[in-house]
């Protein structure tokens, strides 16, 4: 019912809105690479789902979030170290925090390593090359693809979209750009220079 469905949105924002400290410029934590970005990697990579995003910035209408309590109502599949995929092509790009990339460098690395059926992953972190997380996705056997995306050359969409009218924000520092597949994905989703390319023109 609209009353329903108006107190679940209010949960979501009220929750996103304490996460993200309520100011009104806040919202970095939840950024997302910009719609035309997904529309690459789905067209070209099949990508179809999003391991870190909310019901106010998922392109896609699967997703896992940080509060599936009030998200679920809205498609989430729940905490993105919850998920545990056998095959599929996936996108990644979570809080740029050291620890929880980190983590996700060993969940996908461990997911990977399991899978039998084709599975990729597109990650999308900083480029801080000394931390122990870029590290691990950098130097990972999985790893098909590192591609840097200079300072100023490529934009995120605000995590605060809903309540701002220029939703596009250009990054002030460098982004990599990272392919992690089994043997399987590599033979179903090639990431060729012309796909890099693309999804480079596409940021």
């Known amino acids: 019912d609209e009353d329903g469905f108006h107190r679940a949105v209010f949960c979501v924002v009220a929750r996103y809105a304490t996460l993200q400290g309520t100011h009104y410029k806040a919202g970095n934590m939840q950024a997302a690479i910009p719609p035309r970005v997904f529309e690459t990697l789905e067209k070209r990579f099949d990508v179809r789902c999003e391991l870190f995003a909310s019901p106010l910035n998922a392109h896609f209408k699967e997703f896992c979030s940080a509060s599936a309590m009030t998200d679920r109502a809205f498609g989430s599949l ?19 925090d050291e620890e929880i990339i980190l983590r996700l460098a060993g969940h996908v690395e461990r997911l990977l390593s399991r899978a039998k059926k084709p599975l990729s992953f597109f990650v999308v972190v900083p480029l801080w090359h000394d931390s122990r997380g870029w590290m691990r996705l950098a130097k990972s056997v999985y790893c098909v693809s590192n591609t840097t995306l200079e300072a100023k050359e490529h934009a995120f969409v605000s995590g605060g979209q809903h309540s701002r009218i220029d939703q596009l924000t250009p990054s002030a520092a460098p982004t990599s750009v990272l392919f992690l597949q089994n043997k399987a994905g590599e033979k179903k ?3 060729t220079p012309e796909g890099v390319a693309a999804i480079r023109e596409a940021f």
């Open 78 to 96: 729940g905490n993105a170290f919850d998920f545990e995929p056998s095959e599929g092509s996936f996108e990644c790009n979570p809080p740029f």
């Open 189 to 191: 989703w090639p990431v």
